[in-house]
T-cell receptor, first 111, second 116 residues
């Protein structure tokens, strides 16, 4: 089967650093995405990891370990506008390359 | 950049009626589109994969006769919720995979369906 887990909710304060973890158990894994989603809106692409290691993009970084089935999204210098849901998603290595989402993490940034 | 236009943004319908949601790729061809449903405070759940010119592939537990998907052209996929019930009230969103060899997925803006 396929299973991908994230913490349900996290809280942090403005200016801090937060790490959102994502663990997965799936067959046919191709690559892992991180998306940000505000309520009632479409997800916004943050990062994509296909190889092991850390990908840095401004305040956001994403890490992947394929052998451990583990990824994390690191958010630095948190801002109030970072309050949102963060979704990890993986592409299944089938002909259609379907994108399957994890359970999602709601992040609340407080002053 | 690639844009997927989704309509309507919101719709209210009566129980027992059908509702059609459209997703159109504006400046690229999308042979594959994905349809998701999202309940409040939950993640996106993949319902089905829509393929131009062929039958959609539904995920386990999704009723194909209730959620009709048509992908008649390279730029248009539609989801019809038939005989809607209040429990079908949800946020429906489509996504298109780029056919340019990149790893990109583009999302529609979503449709809030309320069945009364």
């Amino acid at each position: 089967g396929q299973n991908i887990d994230q913490p349900t909710e996290m809280t942090a304060t403005e200016g801090a650093i937060v790490q959102i973890n994502c663990t997965y158990q799936t067959s046919g894994f191709n690559g892992l995405f991180w998306y940000q989603q505000h309520a009632g809106e479409a997800p916004t692409f943050l990062s994509y990891n296909v190889l092991d290691g850390l990908e840095e993009k401004g305040r956001f970084s994403s890490f992947l370990s394929r052998s451990k089935g583990y990824s994390y999204l690191l958010l630095k210098e948190l801002q109030m506008k970072d309050s949102a849901s963060y979704l990890c998603a993986w592409t299944v290595n089938t002909g259609f390359q379907k994108l399957v989402f994890g359970t999602g993490t709601r992040l609340l940034v407080s002053p | 950049g690639a844009v997927v236009s989704q309509h309507p943004s919101w719709v209210i319908c009566k129980s027992g009626t059908s509702v059609k949601i459209e997703c159109r790729s504006l400046d690229f061809q999308a042979t594959t589109m994905f349809w998701y449903r999202q309940f409040p405070k939950q993640s996106l759940m993949l319902m089905a994969t829509s393929n131009e010119g062929s039958k959609a592939t539904y995920e386990q537990g999704v009723e194909k006769d209730k959620f009709l998907i048509n992908h008649a052209s390279l730029t248009l996929s539609t989801l019809t919720v038939t005989s809607a019930h209040p429990e079908d009230s949800s946020f429906y969103i489509c996504s298109a995979r780029m056919d340019d060899g990149s790893y990109g997925y583009t999302f529609g803006s979503g449709t809030r369906l309320t069945v009364v």
